[in-house]
T-cell receptor, first 116, second 111 residues
Framework: GAVVSQHPSWVICKSGTSVKIECRSLDFQATTMFWYRQFPKQSLMLMATSNEGSKATYEQGVEKDKFLINHASLTLSTLTVTSAHPEDSSFYIC????????????FGPGTRLTVL | AQRVTQPEKLLSVFKGAPVELKCNYSYSGSPELFWYVQYSRQRLQLLLRHISRESIKGFTADLNKGETSFHLKKPFAQEEDSAMYYCALGAGGTSYGKLTFGQGTILTVHP
């Protein structure tokens, strides 16, 4: 149990376009979802925390208008990279915290975004 | 502010040798600490958490509040232990549920 999926697993887009990444908890209700960014051979950098039905909380230095997060239900959160540029190319990972379970996060497989 | 430090970016050992991956943290509250592992081409997954005090795949980690450390240990490393290991600190208060990750340590176990 506690599986998190992400779609797409990879995406290539042109500079200036917007890209949407979905994060789903498949077999549990996720009260909170987190979005991370990971550069090659580096650690995960938390971008934002997303609670169902409320606005996302962004970490310092993360542009809200650039990275739009929507947490429409207890099983789905989306990250939209608006007007993507080459510097947005990265590995984006989501995780979910299960209702009633503190601490542990369940991670998705990640989405590789390449902006040309 | 919370911080997690993993001083070793790379760690190599031979099969059967003991291994210790270091993790130090900085946090003013009561910490909740985790070790996550990422095998090649796989997602990040929880290895163990200090609260449960269990041994997973032969790994153990003890929280030492005096030294603010949560080192991961295994007495006899196996080749399948080769992976990236992240130490993570769970925050409380207004940051409840967030994890702060260390930089990660790539463990390579040679045959």
């Amino acid at each position: 149990g506690a599986v998190v999926s992400q779609h797409p697993s990879w995406v290539i887009c042109k500079s200036g376009t917007s890209v949407k990444i979905e994060c789903r908890s498949l077999d549990f209700q996720a009260t909170t979802m987190f979005w991370y960014r990971q550069f090659p051979k580096q650690s995960l950098m938390l971008m934002a925390t997303s609670n169902e039905g409320s606005k996302a909380t962004y970490e310092q230095g993360v542009e809200k208008d650039k990275f739009l997060i929507n947490h429409a239900s207890l099983t789905l959160s989306t990250l939209t990279v608006t007007s993507a540029h080459p510097e947005d190319s990265s590995f984006y990972i989501c995780s979910a915290r299960r209702r009633g379970h503190v601490g542990e996060q369940f991670f998705g497989p990640g989405t590789r975004l390449t902006v040309l | 502010a919370q911080r997690v430090t993993q001083p070793e970016k790379l760690l190599s050992v031979f099969k059967g040798a003991p291994v210790e991956l270091k993790c130090n943290y900085s946090y003013s509250g009561s910490p909740e600490l985790f070790w996550y592992v990422q095998y090649s081409r796989q997602r990040l997954q929880l290895l163990l958490r200090h609260i449960s005090r269990e041994s997973i795949k032969g790994f153990t980690a003890d929280l030492n509040k005096g030294e603010t450390s949560f080192h991961l240990k295994k007495p006899f490393a196996q080749e399948e232990d080769s992976a990236m290991y992240y130490c993570a600190l769970g925050a409380g208060g207004t940051s409840y549920g967030k994890l702060t990750f260390g930089q990660g340590t790539i463990l390579t176990v040679h045959p």
